[in-house]
Protein backbone atom coordinates (compact mmCIF):
# COMPACT_ATOMS: atom_id res chain seq x y z
CA UNK A 1 0.00 0.00 0.00
CA UNK A 2 2.71 2.34 0.80
CA UNK A 3 4.31 1.49 -2.55
CA UNK A 4 1.27 2.17 -4.42
CA UNK A 5 0.95 5.78 -2.40
CA UNK A 6 4.71 6.61 -2.79
CA UNK A 7 3.95 6.11 -6.70
CA UNK A 8 0.87 8.16 -6.92
CA UNK A 9 2.63 10.96 -4.95
CA UNK A 10 5.54 10.64 -7.44
CA UNK A 11 3.29 10.61 -10.22
CA UNK A 12 1.70 13.47 -9.46
CA UNK A 13 4.53 15.34 -8.64
CA UNK A 14 5.55 14.69 -12.11
CA UNK A 15 2.11 15.85 -13.85
CA UNK A 16 2.96 19.50 -11.59
CA UNK A 17 6.67 19.90 -13.23
CA UNK A 18 6.94 22.41 -15.28
CA UNK A 19 7.49 21.16 -19.17
CA UNK A 20 11.38 21.51 -19.99
CA UNK A 21 11.59 24.50 -22.12
CA UNK A 22 8.55 26.13 -21.11
CA UNK A 23 9.12 27.05 -18.03
CA UNK A 24 7.36 30.35 -18.34
CA UNK A 25 4.19 28.56 -19.35
CA UNK A 26 1.77 26.73 -16.95
CA UNK A 27 1.83 23.63 -16.27
CA UNK A 28 0.00 21.28 -18.58
CA UNK A 29 -2.66 20.43 -15.24
CA UNK A 30 -3.62 24.27 -15.85
CA UNK A 31 -5.59 23.24 -18.77
CA UNK A 32 -7.11 19.99 -18.00
CA UNK A 33 -10.72 20.20 -17.54
CA UNK A 34 -14.61 20.34 -19.23
CA UNK A 35 -14.72 22.71 -21.89
CA UNK A 36 -17.46 23.68 -24.41
CA UNK A 37 -16.15 23.98 -27.64
CA UNK A 38 -17.38 26.46 -30.14
CA UNK A 39 -16.31 27.34 -34.08
CA UNK A 40 -16.04 26.17 -37.45
CA UNK A 41 -13.98 23.59 -38.98
CA UNK A 42 -11.24 23.97 -41.94
CA UNK A 43 -14.54 23.02 -44.58
CA UNK A 44 -16.86 25.61 -42.28
CA UNK A 45 -18.89 23.36 -40.80
CA UNK A 46 -20.50 24.95 -37.54
CA UNK A 47 -19.02 23.09 -34.28
CA UNK A 48 -20.58 23.24 -31.22
CA UNK A 49 -19.17 20.58 -28.51
CA UNK A 50 -18.33 19.48 -25.44
CA UNK A 51 -14.89 18.19 -24.74
CA UNK A 52 -12.19 17.42 -22.20
CA UNK A 53 -8.55 18.03 -21.74
CA UNK A 54 -6.92 15.50 -19.64
CA UNK A 55 -3.07 15.35 -19.26
CA UNK A 56 -1.05 12.42 -20.39
CA UNK A 57 2.79 12.51 -21.05
CA UNK A 58 3.51 16.36 -20.01
CA UNK A 59 1.15 16.84 -23.02
CA UNK A 60 -3.13 17.34 -23.75
CA UNK A 61 -5.21 14.66 -25.16
CA UNK A 62 -8.71 16.18 -26.21
CA UNK A 63 -11.69 13.90 -25.98
CA UNK A 64 -14.71 15.12 -27.38
CA UNK A 65 -18.48 13.19 -28.20
CA UNK A 66 -18.72 13.53 -31.81
CA UNK A 67 -15.10 15.26 -32.60
CA UNK A 68 -12.93 12.45 -31.94
CA UNK A 69 -9.43 12.47 -30.19
CA UNK A 70 -6.73 14.99 -30.57
CA UNK A 71 -4.00 16.05 -28.52
CA UNK A 72 -2.08 19.35 -27.97
CA UNK A 73 1.65 19.91 -26.34
CA UNK A 74 3.54 22.97 -25.80
CA UNK A 75 5.05 24.49 -28.48
CA UNK A 76 6.51 28.31 -30.09
CA UNK A 77 6.02 30.18 -32.71
CA UNK A 78 8.31 32.94 -32.51
CA UNK A 79 8.23 34.08 -28.68
CA UNK A 80 4.84 33.14 -27.93
CA UNK A 81 3.95 29.75 -26.49
CA UNK A 82 1.10 27.86 -27.90
CA UNK A 83 -0.41 24.43 -27.97
CA UNK A 84 -0.09 22.72 -30.79
CA UNK A 85 -1.29 19.57 -32.18
CA UNK A 86 -4.28 17.54 -33.78
CA UNK A 87 -8.21 17.55 -33.25
CA UNK A 88 -9.79 15.29 -35.70
CA UNK A 89 -7.42 14.72 -38.20
CA UNK A 90 -7.11 18.67 -38.35
CA UNK A 91 -3.51 20.15 -37.18
CA UNK A 92 -4.06 22.95 -35.27
CA UNK A 93 -2.67 25.18 -32.62
CA UNK A 94 -3.97 27.67 -29.52
CA UNK A 95 -3.54 30.41 -27.60
CA UNK A 96 -4.53 31.00 -24.16
CA UNK A 97 -5.84 33.54 -21.99
CA UNK A 98 -7.86 33.31 -18.54
CA UNK A 99 -11.27 34.28 -17.76
CA UNK A 100 -12.14 35.74 -14.34
CA UNK A 101 -12.01 33.29 -12.44
CA UNK A 102 -8.08 32.26 -13.55
CA UNK A 103 -9.43 29.29 -15.81
CA UNK A 104 -7.95 28.97 -19.43
CA UNK A 105 -9.55 29.86 -22.44
CA UNK A 106 -8.21 28.74 -25.54
CA UNK A 107 -8.62 30.40 -29.07
CA UNK A 108 -7.36 28.02 -31.90
CA UNK A 109 -6.72 28.28 -35.63
CA UNK A 110 -4.97 26.64 -38.10
CA UNK A 111 -3.89 28.40 -41.75
CA UNK A 112 -6.72 26.36 -43.60
CA UNK A 113 -10.11 27.90 -41.75
CA UNK A 114 -10.40 26.42 -38.51
CA UNK A 115 -11.24 28.42 -35.88
CA UNK A 116 -12.25 27.80 -32.61
CA UNK A 117 -13.01 29.07 -28.99
CA UNK A 118 -12.35 26.57 -25.93
CA UNK A 119 -13.85 27.92 -22.21
CA UNK A 120 -14.47 26.62 -18.97
CA UNK A 121 -17.65 24.58 -19.07
CA UNK A 122 -19.88 24.16 -15.37
CA UNK A 123 -17.93 22.30 -13.28
CA UNK A 124 -14.69 22.35 -14.52
CA UNK A 125 -13.23 19.45 -13.17
CA UNK A 126 -16.37 17.32 -14.15
CA UNK A 127 -16.28 14.30 -16.58
CA UNK A 128 -17.42 14.73 -20.00
CA UNK A 129 -20.76 13.26 -20.47
CA UNK A 130 -21.93 12.29 -23.51
CA UNK A 131 -25.74 11.94 -24.70
Do not use: H, K
Not at 9 to 29: H, I, K, N, R, S
Not at 103 to 112: D, G, K, Q, S
Amino acid sequence: MRALAAWLVMTGAAWAQPVPGFEDAPEPLFFEGLYALVGVDSAGRALNAPVRLEVVLQGLELRGCDLGAGRLDYARIGEAFVLAGRMGGEALWCRFSVDPGNYPLLNCANPEGLRLTLWPEGEFGAPLVCG
